[in-house]
């Protein structure tokens, strides 16, 4: 399977707990998104790789949130100390590199997902 | 701040029933994407609109843009059960770096 995959794909914590979630993007995909969803709404916008360089993280990336991409292939996202507010779908996505120069379209391309449940 | 709005956010239709789904976004972008989302499942991509005027279609479902509106909107043709689902608009900022979003449209084909 050559799509983007993610682990795991269900995680029941207590809160507190620390968790880590990996993705793996499409292999030719130099860009790797982070989205959470919750029950009802649209994928919100966490964080964002350029190969190894985090370009872009958003305000609802509390300190307690970490993702790193080392040497620009897997991705991970770390919840630190986690709170009942962190339950939800966390989703990755990638999308190719050459979005200007080769007409592409930069469309991602997205995981199954890893949905959270903090108790 | 990029707005992406939806609407209906809820669609209850009959099978072989038309709609329409409009998508409105709140600053200028030259593309926009829609998704499919299952029960508990991750995207589905559907259609990648590229251009003013970009029309696409697959089946029963047919987008299209207008980006001097701002506007997106998805066709329903003959609607069948396998179409319920919720379905996303999203629209690219800074760079591509980003996409936004809608609030999603939720539809459900009675048969």
């Known amino acids: 399977d050559t799509g983007v995959s993610q682990d795991p794909r269900h995680k029941i914590t207590k809160r507190g707990q620390n968790v880590t979630f990996r993705c793996d993007p499409i292999s030719e995909h130099n860009r790797l998104y982070w989205y959470r969803q919750t029950l009802g709404q649209g994928p919100e916008f966490l964080t964002y790789?350029?190969?190894?360089?985090?370009?872009?993280k958003s305000r609802l990336l509390s300190d307690r949130f970490s993702a790193e991409r080392p040497k620009g292939s897997f991705s991970t996202l770390e919840i630190q100390r986690t709170e009942q507010g962190d339950s939800a779908m966390y989703l990755c996505?990638?999308?190719?590199?050459?979005?200007?120069?080769?007409?592409?379209?930069?469309?991602?391309?997205f995981g199954q997902g890893t949905r959270l449940t903090v108790v | 701040e990029l707005k992406v709005e939806q609407n209906p956010l809820f669609l209850s239709m009959q099978e072989g029933k038309n709609y329409t789904i409009y998508c409105n976004y709140s600053?200028?972008?030259?593309?926009l994407y829609w998704y499919r989302q299952d029960p508990g499942k991750s995207l589905e991509s559907l259609f990648v609109?590229?251009?003013?005027?970009a029309v696409k279609q697959e089946g029963r479902l047919m987008a299209s843009l207008d980006t001097k509106a701002r506007l997106s909107t998805l066709h329903i043709t003959a609607a069948v059960h396998d179409l319920s689902a919720t379905y996303f608009c999203a629209v690219p900022s800074g760079g591509y770096q980003k996409v936004t979003f809608g609030t999603g449209t939720k539809l459900q084909v009675i048969p």
């Open positions: 609109l590229l251009s003013n005027g």
């Open positions: 996505a990638s999308s190719p590199r050459w979005v200007w120069s080769r007409g592409g379209t930069g469309e991602a391309f």
């Open positions: 600053t200028t972008s030259d593309r």
């Open positions: 790789f350029q190969n190894e360089a985090q370009l872009e």
